[in-house]
Nanobody, 120 residues
Framework: QVQLVESGGGLVQAGGSLRLSCAAS????????MGWYRQAPGKQRELVAY???????NYVDSVKGRFTISRDNSLNTVYLQMNSLKPEDTAVYYC??????????????WGQGTLVTVSS
């Protein structure tokens, strides 16, 4: 089985920065796409950013130029550096990792969620 552990959320003033981390562990043989989603109160979960195994990246328009996704394959960890934060970035952020395990085939795992609150 695969477990994801997120860290790095918190309260920050508008214009500030936070860095989220998500580490995957378990019987992982290969990690493919890694991504960050968020869900604000009363809204649907949306994809914020993802990074492929080949380091290709994509971002939702609202965070382009402010957020940067990266990964450390040696640690099976994905990061989200968030700069110039705005109150509308307030949400619970979830990481998502897809890949393969040694014994159980493919996996599609979710983190537990970390709350990011941006005050105005």
């Amino acid at each position: 089985q695969v477990q994801l552990v997120e860290s790095g959320g918190g309260l920050v003033q508008a214009g500030g920065s936070l860095r989220l981390s998500c580490a995957a562990s378990g019987s992982i043989s290969r990690v493919n796409d890694m991504g960050w989603y968020r869900q604000a109160p009363g809204k649907q979960r949306e994809l914020v950013a993802y990074i492929s195994n080949g380091d290709g990246t994509n971002y939702v328009d609202s965070v382009k130029g402010r957020f940067t996704i990266s990964r450390d394959n040696s640690l099976n960890t994905v990061y989200l550096q968030m700069n110039s934060l705005k109150p509308e970035d307030t949400a619970v952020y979830y990481c998502n990792v897809k890949g393969r395990t040694y014994y159980f085939g493919t996996f599609n795992a979710w983190g537990q969620g970390t709350l990011v609150t941006v005050s105005s």
